[in-house]
């Protein structure tokens, strides 16, 4: 059993940046690939970028790329989302995931997922 909790979240203007955070801890942690996804109101919770269990791999949504950095530090079990060039359309809840199978970017192949941290860009 994996727990996630993210954290980072809040508001922001357009062109600024923040840096989510996501524990893990339980059974497993260091083996799992890792996750963030978001889901804004009335749309698709939708993949925004991945990391391997050793942080060697990373895939990025199109609309993030260039702007966000995945990480991980696995000496403090903690993953991150650094978060740049902001834009309104990025206002989202970000989900941070797990998964056994790989830095997939399917929501279906992740197995926990945390509650999720409100990110708000303002124009």
């Known amino acids: 059993q994996v727990q996630l909790v993210e954290s980072g979240g809040g508001l922001v203007q357009a062109g600024g940046s923040l840096r989510l955070s996501c524990a893990v801890s339980g059974s497993g942690r260091t083996t799992y690939a890792m996750g963030w996804f978001r889901q804004a109101p009335g749309k698709e919770r939708e993949f925004v970028a991945s990391?391997?269990?050793?942080?060697?791999?990373?895939y990025y949504a199109d609309s993030v790329k260039g702007r966000f950095i995945i990480s991980r530090d696995s000496a403090k079990n903690t993953v991150y989302l650094q978060m740049n060039s902001l834009k309104p359309e990025d206002t989202a809840i970000y989900y941070c995931a797990a998964s056994r199978w790989g830095p997939l970017q399917t929501k279906a192949d992740y197995d926990y997922w945390g509650q999720g941290t409100q990110v708000t860009v303002s124009s």
């Open positions: 990391i391997g269990w050793n942080g060697g791999i990373t």
